[in-house]
């Protein structure tokens, strides 16, 4: 495997052809970044959003081109702070051309998941997401070893079916738990 960060981790998501796909199967990300955004959140306060537009711009550019950017989000329910967090921030990654999905944590045998959160770029790439212990992000571990791609792709098609599109999840008892 291969640590990519900074610019060789941004120009995956420039150079990759057809998808990009992200399983996120952790409750809460505690990144230096997302910190204080975070925080208005919980007091209620207005965020112009302005810290995640690198993302969104990406995303965008990506879409605009034709390819494909999708997002799994494996949760449990009742929904941790950070998850509903994640489900206003979601808008704005759907604004930008995202899919997010969600699948309650219940909802699938942990066996036929990952236990760490991964990109799949064009199902010959993966990226395993890195973050150093004190939730600042590292960067992404590659490799393109067919075993693990193989394992990666069976995993993003079964939790990519039985996940709830983001806005029909909004609707579910789920969220309102």
């Known amino acids: 495997m291969e640590l990519l960060q900074g610019e060789a981790f941004d120009a995956l998501f ?67 702070d950070y998850t509903r967090w994640g489900l206003t921030v979601a808008e704005h990654n759907i604004a930008a ?19 760490d959160d991964f990109w799949l770029f064009d199902d010959s790439l993966v990226v395993f997401t890195v973050f150093e212990p004190g939730g600042r992000f590292g960067g992404g571990a590659a490799t393109s070893d067919s075993v693990i791609v193989d394992h990666c792709r069976a995993v993003r098609d079964r939790v990519w079916q039985a996940a709830i599109p ?5 609707d579910t008892d789920h969220v309102t738990t």
């Not at 983001?166 to 909004?170: E, F, L, V």
């Open 97 to 115: 051309g995202e899919e997010i999905r969600w699948l309650p944590r219940h909802m699938i045998d942990p066996g036929r998941l990952s236990a």
């Open 14 to 80: 420039r150079d990759f052809a057809r998808e990009a796909f992200h399983l996120e199967v952790q409750d809460a990300y505690h990144t230096p970044e997302e910190s204080g955004p975070f925080h208005q959140f919980l007091t209620g306060q207005a965020d112009d959003f302005g810290w995640f537009q690198p993302w969104l711009d990406l995303v965008r550019t990506a879409t605009a081109a034709g390819r494909v950017v999708r997002r799994a989000r494996v949760v449990t329910v009742p929904h941790a």
């Open 166 to 170: 983001h806005r029909q999840y909004r």
